[in-house]
């Protein structure tokens, strides 16, 4: 079956450092990968996501690529600010379409202080 | 994004009662809806899938007597936790998704601790 395993945290950076959670997953098929993030008291967003193999996802300067010969999909941030505190999850699922079950990861509890 | 909204946002009940959590879709219809059950420390696990009109699909090792999934229009899911015990107190998230929206949109969860 299909499983998602990510770099167990916390993770606790300062502002302006370089950010990196690892994530691999195992599957069947050509899965589509996400990256979730959860605030405090919110549910989650999507952040970024990649359906097929080299494909790069960015939004809000988070970036992940699609790297099928290493199974990986790992979060990377060049500048981290005080706000990217949350927790990111990491996913799969068997299609990209909004009606597909997704499979998480734990989460990584990010905190980036002043 | 659209907006999902749940509630509670958290209850607390007595052993053998029932619980009732809704979920809703503000602004679009969800054609489907899951429901996922998160413990502390841990990833969300998906409990079931639910389609408007139909009955849901759940997970290995799900109970459906015990947690009855009803999605009787696209933009409503409910989640019964029937005859809950304490080993059922979590954080039950739901997410819609469906239509034009390529992306599940995620409710804010709700609590559920069982006395």
């Known amino acids: 079956g299909n499983s998602v395993t990510q770099m167990e945290g916390p993770v606790t950076l300062s502002e302006e450092a370089f950010l990196t959670i690892n994530c691999t997953y195992t599957?069947?098929?050509?899965?589509?990968l996400f990256w979730y993030v959860q605030y405090p008291g919110e549910g989650l967003q999507l952040l970024l996501k990649?359906?097929?193999?080299?494909d790069k996802g960015s939004n809000k300067g988070f970036e992940a690529t699609y790297r099928k010969e290493t199974t990986s999909f790992h979060l990377e941030k060049g500048s981290v600010q005080v706000s990217d505190s949350a927790v990111y999850f990491c996913?799969?699922?068997?299609?990209?379409?909004?009606?597909?079950?997704?499979?998480f990861g734990k989460g990584t509890l990010l905190t980036v202080n002043p | 994004g659209a907006v999902v909204s749940q509630h509670p946002s958290w209850v607390i009940c007595k052993s053998g009662t029932s619980v009732k959590i809704e979920c809703r879709s503000l602004?679009?219809?969800?054609?489907?809806m899951f429901w996922y059950r998160q413990f502390p420390k841990q990833s969300l696990m998906l409990m079931a899938t639910?389609?408007?009109?139909?009955?849901?699909?759940?997970e290995q090792g799900v109970e459906k007597d015990k947690f009855l999934i009803n999605h009787a229009s696209l933009t409503l899911s409910t989640l019964t936790v029937t005859s809950a015990h304490p080993e059922d107190s979590s954080f039950y998230i739901c997410?819609?998704?469906?239509?034009?929206?390529?992306?599940?949109?995620f409710g804010p969860g709700t609590r559920l601790t069982v006395l």
């Open positions: 997410s819609a998704g469906g239509g034009s929206r390529n992306e599940q949109f």
């Open positions: 602004d679009f219809q969800a054609t489907t």
């Open positions: 639910s389609n408007e009109g139909s009955k849901a699909t759940y």
């Open positions: 996913a799969l699922s068997n299609s990209g379409g909004s009606n597909y079950k997704l499979t």
């Open positions: 990649a359906t097929k193999a080299d």
């Open positions: 599957a069947t098929g050509y899965p589509s």
